[in-house]
Every structure is written in C-alpha cells, then in structure tokens.
C-alpha cells in the first residue's frame, strides 16, 4: 500500500497500482490504474463549480462516448465532507458491459470530481478498494476517515 501525497490532496491506493499525475496550474488530476481495466481518479477545481455542474458534465462527457448508457438517479450522500453529489453509470465499452462511479463535493472553497471506472467482471473485486481509495482523500481543509490496510493488499 502506498500514499500519494500532493497539490494539497493525500489518498492511498494498492502498490501494485500505477499513478498518473496530470495537474496543472488550473486544476489537480490524478489518476490511478490498476493492471486490468479498474482506474480511480480525483480532480480539484479552484473555482468551485457546483457538484451537481460537475457530476452533469462528467455525465456528458461519457454520453458523448458511449451510445448505450444508464444514469442511476442522483443520490445526495452527507458524511465527513458534507453533501456528496453521486451517480452511478452502465455502459458498453468494446463489448464488455462497464460501470462508473462519479462523486463531486465542495471543499476548502474547492469543488472535488472523484471518478472510477472498471469493466463488470472486474468491479466485483475492485469495488471495495476503489471505495476504500475514496475514503481515504483527503483535501487540505477536509480530512476523512482512514481504511483498514486489508482494503490495499496486493
């Protein structure tokens, strides 16, 4: 297990697992892979879009991609960082059915957009440790609780 720390967010993630660092001077965004088709990514937004613009546009931007989609109803979660803009999404993707995670909140005067992604096969065992992934951000301004070391084993 390892921790990626930078650009004021922390997170842990398994050790087998690749990071993507793609931040720029507008926005932080960092990606994290696993060796099949599972990835996990987090994205700050200094000017403070809302959630709900966030989640909308994520949404769009996998409609544009992807002819057969399902949208799972918004859910408005409320936990350590307050009100959590989520929605779940099913899709075909070279034949294999795919499901995404979108999840955006408002931290620090930020707006977070957290995202993961695997094929249906491979949510089953990857689930826990994405969630486990986003459990463990942390946002400068906001802290969240810590997962048990099990969620990252290899």
């Known amino acids: 297990m390892q921790d990626f720390e930078g650009h004021g967010i922390r997170f842990r993630y398994p050790a087998s697992w690749t990071v993507t660092d793609e931040s720029t001077a507008e ?82 005067g930020k707006t977070v957009l957290v995202l993961f992604q695997a094929s249906d096969a491979e949510l089953e065992s990857s689930r826990p440790v994405l969630d486990a992934m986003t459990a463990s951000l942390e946002v400068a301004e906001s802290s969240a609780p810590a997962w048990p070391d099990e969620f990252f084993s290899e």
Not at 60 to 68: H, L, N, P, V
Not at 76 to 97: H, Q, Y
């Open 27 to 108: 926005k932080v965004a960092v990606t994290v892979q696993s060796d099949g088709t599972a990835f996990w990514t987090v994205a700050v937004f200094p000017d403070a879009p809302r959630p709900e613009r966030v989640v909308e546009s994520a949404i769009a931007a996998y409609r544009e991609d992807y002819t057969e989609i399902d949208v799972y109803p918004v859910e408005i979660k409320t936990g350590p960082r307050g009100s959590v803009v989520t929605r779940d999404l099913e899709f075909v993707c070279l034949e294999l059915i795919a499901a995404a995670h979108v999840e955006s909140f408002e931290t620090g």
